[in-house]
């Protein structure tokens, strides 16, 4: 079974500073895509970056980065330029090619000023 | 279009009593998943549709749990005999296929509180 593993409960940031959150999964499964979905408080989730196994780049969106080692099945997440509306709870996720999606126990990230 | 919805936001209930919380998907998206957050964990899939058709259900879903897509467009989550297990977000995500991964877009989540 694939499991995803988040191992900072917690991390703090300071405005403008960057800092990175941890990702780890398993699976037997060759093909996958991996997810770091944004949770802010009391409201819904959002997408904020994927990447495809099959893809050997990291993914970018803006001020947000992947690592991307498959061999070390490991995935994390670079904010650059932190601001105060990226706090939020940050979930890592799997997924196969049976499109469910399987998190991680969550990543609670506050950005001070 | 406005996203997903999920009504009700919230939902107290006595244990023993049955609930129902509905979902609204983005129009035109023919899959529909329904998860489960308790707190202090990520979501857990429950189970998903592809337009009225359930194709996957998760062994979470207890025969207490029932989701049902009549016509393809919303769809509806009931729990029987609610237990304080239950308390959870219940969150619904809708996609539309693309022929690659298709982006789940979540709803707010309805939250239940069972006493």
């Known amino acids: 079974a694939q499991t995803v593993t988040q191992s900072q409960p917690e991390m703090s940031v300071q405005e403008a500073e960057t800092v990175t959150l941890s990702c780890t999964y398993d699976t037997s499964e060759n093909n996958y895509y991996l997810f770091w979905y944004k949770q802010p408080p009391s409201r819904q989730m959002i997408l904020v970056i994927r990447q495809e196994a099959y893809k050997q780049q990291n993914a970018t969106e803006n001020r947000f980065s992947v690592n991307f080692q498959k061999a070390a099945k490991s995935f994390s997440l670079k904010i650059s330029d932190s601001q105060l509306g990226d706090t939020a709870m940050y979930f890592c996720a799997f997924s196969d090619n049976t499109d469910k999606l399987i998190f991680g126990t969550g990543t609670r990230l506050q950005v001070f000023p | 279009d406005t996203g997903v919805s999920q009504d009700p936001r919230h939902k107290i209930t006595k244990r023993g009593q049955n609930v129902t919380f509905r979902c609204d998907p983005i129009?035109?998206?023919?899959?529909l998943y329904w998860y489960r957050q308790t707190l202090g964990q990520g979501p857990e899939f429950l189970t998903y549709f592809q337009n009225e058709a359930q194709l996957e259900k998760s062994r979470l879903l207890s025969d207490r749990f029932s989701a049902e897509r009549p016509k393809g467009s919303f769809s509806t989550l009931e729990i029987q005999r609610t237990e304080q297990g239950d308390s959870a977000m219940y969150l619904c995500?809708?996609?539309?296929?693309?022929?690659?991964?298709?982006?789940?877009?979540f709803g707010p989540g309805t939250r239940l509180t069972v006493t």
């Open positions: 129009s035109e998206h023919n899959r």
């Open positions: 995500a809708s996609s539309f296929p693309t022929g690659e991964f298709d982006e789940q877009y």
